[in-house]
């Protein structure tokens, strides 16, 4: 097949159509022209015998749709708008179009007007979705490609170099409540090979946090006992990773119903922690004793205290949310007592991001998706997480 593009004596870039990569002739360029972003069209060797090489049908490329966060943030503030396509890829950008998102708190904060945010913020931390055009200089990914973002753009490995939110997507820049975004290549990865791009936007937030708390920061290894705590997106993905590697999960909740899931996707012994306020005994008792190697504590002040009790001697703690409060009192004494290690942990970095894929692929983990929301409903979808009553990820459908 030969390619027929028109040559505007700008910048190429490489990209693909709707039609996908195995169908002969779908391939097609992206061609900056006189500032807007044009379609040309690749046709087919045999239909252009004897013809000239700069065959061409321009189209404008339509406004897309977004959803705006006006301040001073609340989910009667969440507006679905038109905007502007972002156009094509610069050098070491790629154009992706973002089909799948999900929710975690830390979007409903920023939503909610409790974690303030510019006026006209773009929300949603995760996406997901197919690349329609790589710039200049980008090697590791290709048109067609299915990727899924990054939490920290601008880590790609080794120490955190970051203490806040200032880069992250949906908080201190726009986010991926949108159907286009031209970004820099270290704002995605490649997705797991099979998932929905629903499921693959879990692994941004939610997914990765879990990834780093047992096996990065925690070398989870088979034998280990886990503790998760509820049934929110990083506890039900820890269970899973848990499991997968070996290890023996226990859990709480305040709800019967959930903790009979959570005992139908294998965790060993489960609590409900409004019947059994004490549960950090409780759950020790369960391992004969002893305490887990590992505790995923996504409630912060209120739990961190039983949370200890249910630990081991030289055990390991994820701090990793703030479910029941931002600051509250720490019994220093009881961690020292007992040579425990807390570990606090936003996310992760991008070589993490990769790790985690590989390893979703070769255990066969799928993450649980409660409920899909179309991105139009974004303010429904929010509300339904208010309620708690969800399972697993609440997922957005772009």
């Known amino acids: 097949m030969r390619l027929i593009v028109l040559r505007t004596g700008r910048k190429r870039v490489k990209g693909y159509d709707r039609a996908g990569r195995g169908e002969k002739g779908a391939a097609v360029h992206r061609e900056r022209h006189l500032g807007n972003s044009w379609d040309s069209m690749i046709i087919p060797s ?10 061409c049908f321009p189209r404008r490329s339509p406004a897309m749709k ?14 679905l708008i038109d905007m502007d396509d972002p156009g094509d890829p610069g050098p070491g950008e790629i154009r992706v179009r973002l089909r799948g998102s999900s929710l975690n708190y830390h979007d409903y904060g920023v939503a909610s007007g409790r974690m303030p945010a510019e006026d006209g913020r773009i929300p949603l931390a995760d996406g997901a979705g197919e690349v329609e055009a790589v710039g200049e200089g980008i090697t590791r990914f290709l048109p067609g490609d299915r ?4 939490f920290f753009p601008l880590w790609s490995d ?3 170099p970051i203490a806040d939110f200032s880069t992250t997507p949906g908080d201190g820049v726009d986010g991926y409540a949108r159907e286009v975004v031209v970004a820099p290549k270290g704002a995605f990865t490649k997705a797991p090979a099979g998932w929905s791009h629903e499921e693959a936007a879990t692994i941004t937030t939610a997914g990765l946090t879990a990834w780093r708390a047992l096996v990065v920061d925690g070398a989870l290894k088979a034998g280990d006992d886990v503790l998760v705590l509820g049934t929110g997106g990083v506890s039900i993905y820890a269970l899973q ?8 999960v226990f859990a709480t909740s305040s709800s019967d119903e959930k903790l009979g899931r959570l ?29 887990v190697d590992h505790v995923v504590e996504v409630g912060g002040p209120a739990t961190l205290a039983q949370s200890i009790q249910a630990c081991r001697i030289g055990g390991h703690l994820s701090l990793i949310g ?17 040579h ?20 979703m692929e070769v255990t066969g983990i799928r993450p649980v998706i409660d409920r899909t929301f179309p991105l139009a409903e974004l303010a429904d979808a929010f509300a339904y997480e208010e309620s708690g009553s969800h399972f697993g990820k609440i997922a957005i459908r772009i």
């Open 241 to 248: 990773i848990a499991r997968a590697m070996g290890a023996r």
């Open 158 to 160: 080794g120490e955190p």
């Open 322 to 338: 703030v479910l029941t409060g931002r600051s509250g009192e720490i019994p220093t004494a009881a961690m020292m007592a007992r």
């Open 46 to 55: 045999s239909a252009t015998q004897g013809r000239p090489d700069t065959a």
């Open 263 to 291: 005992e139908e996707m294998g965790a060993a012994g489960v609590v409900n922690y409004e019947k059994t306020p004490d549960w950090g005994p409780e759950i020790a008792k369960m391992t004969g004793g002893r305490g």
């Open 66 to 79: 977004a959803v705006r966060l006006a301040k001073p943030g609340g989910l009667d503030k969440l507006s």
């Open 340 to 359: 425990q290690r807390l570990q606090g942990l936003i996310v992760g970095s991008q070589a993490m991001q990769r790790d985690m894929v590989r390893g």
């Open 147 to 150: 990727v899924v973002s990054t």
